[in-house]
């Protein structure tokens, strides 16, 4: 019984203790869990903080981009500015304005030379803006030209070329001995009404400029006197000064191919301009046949009879003779010339510098090229100084002779080639 008793009681205390035991598990199940519980629930709360932070990153980002936005914004108003300053702005164009030619020729300013055409880009002033010409513009408006003086000039008026307007301004292919003033109004006309919204004057010169007056006092006694293209005009008090510097005998005038030897005392004021161009007429007529060109366009006559040379050094060899003319009124006539086989020039005597030209076939003395000209009458040969009779013969035979002297002295000659 003792024994039965006894091992009841270790029963139960056994018992006791897994009951104990299974109760110290299941609170330390408790514990776990919980602070399980507690790690989830930071961790979360740590997830949370940092997407937080990421929010509030990606929301600094938003800013960062609302600021790009803004700089983008000023970037586009400051295109819409320069977007608007090209826009035409409202109202009626108020003048005219232009701008300098390709050469840099500024109208108004500078001496416009005669025979050549001038392009000055134009531009219109509206609310004090400069605004170019163009074809939107003159959809709605128009421009009259109204010249007030001088006659001297081809064309004057705005046009476009190669989608640029211009003013084109040509001149006329004249040689006076003093610039000459033009003026026009340009008035720009609404098409609706064709009333003026505005007029305006422009004027301009157009001519020869006189020669350096410090290049003729530097003159000495007996100087050959150069002639500038670009400074052609000689003045009577310029002659004066020349005369009197060479006891009032002959002197040398020159340019390119040319000089003329006379004397110049009491002459008035002339335009010496000179060039090489040839007549279109004359090449026209014989195109068959060379031909060299010295021309005077301002044809300047002198009280006195002088002697010119024709430099031929480039065409004695190509040419087989060398025949001489004067070009006057619309015909051609001979010249009496002898050829200097030591200077290569052809010398005759004129007291006029008109057009010349020499040419490797003869040409009938007195043939009629432009016969415009002959029929108003003025077809005689002025120059008393020569004669048109058998003068290109007489050329012909000078430059032979003057070759076979230089041969017979032992130099070598120019001679003549067929062609």
Avoid: C
């Avoid at 598990?25 to 399980?36: F, R």
């Avoid at 015909?331 to 005759?348: C, G, I, K, M, P």
Wanted: charged content about 25%.
């Amino acid at each position: 019984m003792k024994k039965a008793i006894a091992m009841l009681l270790a029963v139960s205390a056994t018992m006791s203790l897994g009951v104990t035991a299974l109760a110290e598990d299941v609170n330390l199940q408790d514990v776990d869990n919980s602070s399980s519980s507690d790690v989830s629930s930071s961790d979360v709360s740590s997830d949370t903080s940092s997407d937080n932070s990421s929010s509030d990153v990606s929301s600094e980002d938003t800013s960062s981009d609302n600021s790009s936005s803004d700089v983008s914004s000023e970037d586009t108003s400051s295109d819409d500015s320069s977007s608007s300053e090209d826009e035409t702005p409202v109202g009626d164009p108020s003048a005219l304005i232009l701008h300098s030619a390709e050469d840099g020729t500024v109208l108004g300013e500078d001496l416009l030379e005669p025979g050549k055409e001038y392009r000055f880009p134009a531009y219109v002033e509206i609310g004090g803006k400069k605004v170019v010409v163009n074809d939107d513009l003159l959809k709605d408006y128009k421009f009259n030209y109204t010249r007030v003086t001088a006659s001297g000039v081809k064309t004057f008026k705005i046009e476009e070329i190669k989608g640029v307007y211009y003013l084109i301004v040509e001149t006329k292919d004249t040689t006076p001995t003093k610039p000459i003033d033009v003026k026009y109004n340009v008035k720009l006309v609404r098409k609706s009404n064709n009333i003026s919204v505005f007029s305006q004057e422009v004027k301009f010169s157009y001519g020869y400029d006189e020669s350096n007056d410090d290049y003729i006092n530097d003159l000495d006694k007996g100087d050959i006197v150069e002639i500038d293209n670009n400074r052609p005009v000689i003045t009577k008090e310029q002659f004066n000064k020349i005369a009197k510097l060479n006891d009032y005998k002959n002197v040398t005038l020159a340019g390119a191919g040319w000089q003329f030897t006379v004397n110049v005392t009491d002459e008035t004021t002339k335009n010496m301009v000179f060039t090489n161009a040839g007549v279109k007429e004359i090449m026209a007529k014989y195109p068959d046949q060379d031909f060299k060109f010295f021309r005077f366009g301002g044809k300047p006559s002198f009280n006195s009879t002088g002697k010119v040379a024709l430099d031929v050094s480039d065409i004695v060899d190509d040419y087989e003779n060398l025949n001489l003319y004067r070009y006057a009124n619309g015909r051609v006539y001979q010249l009496n010339a002898s050829y200097n086989a030591a200077d290569e020039t052809l010398e005759f005597r004129t007291n006029k510098l008109d057009t010349f030209f020499v040419t490797d076939k003869a040409i009938k003395d007195g043939t009629v090229i432009d016969e415009n000209i002959v029929s108003d009458g003025n077809s005689v040969n002025t120059d008393k100084n020569n004669p048109g009779t058998g003068a290109g013969d007489m050329i012909n035979a000078a430059v032979m002779a003057g070759i076979a002297s230089l041969a017979a002295a032992g130099a070598i000659a120019a001679n003549k080639k067929s062609k």
